[in-house]
């Protein structure tokens, strides 16, 4: 008889049970607030390849998240075209020399050995990046919650929110509060009030 239980793989940091990667957020934040339960497998950068094979053939790099679903290869799938959120990229190199920090051991060697092969040195790519640089990338948003809010799209919660949201959690991992600063930055507070109401949902169950 097939397995029924769906399993979410997920990428591991030092803090057991953490969700941080972007990625996998918006994935588990879907599952989450649909009531789909499941497992998580948690699986170090280097071991994503050899747990789930090739999520992305013919291109580079191997990623996460994957969801399982049944007992067959053919059952594994990933969320790989979906619309992405608007300015969310923009602290990406604020972002990534900070990562190192909270990864587990192996996936702080394997993350630092191939973005540095990719980027160069990573601490030259912190240089320059400050948190206000988020100030102009989430104006948009201000406007968009003013305009429309509670929600990104009104009244409901809907896919960008969630995008959006792990994007932010990424972010607090890297500096935690860091998020409470960026929607301060704005005096109208629909920022502020959107994540009053979007962080209860960033349990990782
Ligand atoms: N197409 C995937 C991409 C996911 C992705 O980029 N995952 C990153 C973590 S945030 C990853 O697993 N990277 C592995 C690596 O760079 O080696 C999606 O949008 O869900």
């Known amino acids: 008889m097939p397995?029924?239980?769906?399993?979410?793989?997920?990428l591991l940091c030092s803090t057991p049970a953490t969700c941080w990667s972007p990625s996998c957020w918006r994935t588990r934040l879907v599952l989450q607030h649909k009531r789909i339960p499941f497992h998580t497998?948690?699986?170090?950068?280097?071991?994503?390849?050899?747990?789930?094979?090739?999520?992305?053939?013919?291109?580079?790099?191997?990623?996460?998240?994957?969801?399982?679903?049944g007992d067959t290869a053919e059952a594994v799938y990933f969320f790989e075209n979906w619309t992405h959120a608007g300015p969310t990229e923009s602290l990406i190199l604020w972002s990534l020399p900070r990562m190192p920090a909270f990864l587990d051991k192996r996936g702080r060697e394997f993350f630092v050995r191939t973005r540095e092969e990719q980027f160069g040195s990573l601490e030259e790519m912190a240089e320059g990046q400050g948190l206000e640089q988020a100030e102009m990338a989430y104006e948009p948003i201000e406007f968009l919650l003013k305009r429309y809010g509670p929600y990104i799209a009104g009244d409901r919660v809907s896919y960008q929110d969630f995008i959006l949201l792990a994007t932010l959690l990424w972010y607090d991992m890297c500096e935690p509060g860091c998020v409470r600063k960026i929607?301060?930055?704005?005096?109208?507070?629909?920022?502020a009030k959107w994540y009053d109401l979007m962080l209860p949902l960033a349990v990782t169950q």
Request: aromatic share 16%; charged share 15%.
């Open 41 to 69: 497998v948690w699986v170090s950068y280097p071991d994503i390849a050899s747990t789930v094979g090739h999520t992305q053939p013919g291109r580079e790099p191997v990623t996460l998240p994957v969801i399982k679903h």
């Open 183 to 191: 929607v301060n930055f704005f005096p109208s507070r629909h920022f």
């Open 3 to 10: 397995s029924t239980e769906v399993i979410f793989y997920d």
